[in-house]
């Protein structure tokens, strides 16, 4: 089973940037889709951004395409979330899963503790 810990988050001004980072603790990593979910306050969990497990396919929520790329490393068992001309609504805990398709994305395993952005206008 695959364990997740995310880290990167914190505290930057509109327009600014974060990258996140989703450690994966297990052999199977590679072969996984993984993907990027975030929860604003009183808001339910969304999707944010998934990438193939040969890292050759993403997809993007609208509301971060062009501003948020993600990417992975396989040798280190980590995907990335580099976050630009961040938005205020941008403020969320940021989570990373596992699944099975980069275009209709799943979550699979247990989520982690997340890793909280705020972007303060």
């Known amino acids: 089973q695959v364990q997740l810990v995310e880290s990167g988050g914190g505290l930057v001004q509109a327009g600014g940037s974060l990258r996140l980072s989703c450690a994966a603790s297990?052999?199977?990593?590679?072969?996984?889709?993984m993907g990027w979910f975030r929860q604003a306050p009183g808001k339910e969990r969304e999707f944010v951004a998934a990438?193939?497990?040969?890292?050759?396919?993403?997809n993007y929520a609208y509301s971060v395409e062009g501003r948020f790329t993600i990417s992975r490393d396989n040798a280190k068992n980590t995907v990335y979330l580099q976050m630009n001309s961040l938005k205020p609504e941008d403020t969320a805990v940021y989570y990373c899963?596992?699944?099975?398709?980069?275009?209709?994305?799943?979550?699979?395993?247990?989520w982690g503790q997340g890793t909280q952005v705020t972007v303060s206008s």
């Open positions: 990438i193939a497990a040969s890292g050759g396919i993403t």
């Open positions: 899963n596992a699944g099975h398709s980069t275009y209709y994305f799943h979550p699979t395993l247990n």
């Open positions: 297990g052999r199977t990593f590679s072969s996984y889709v």
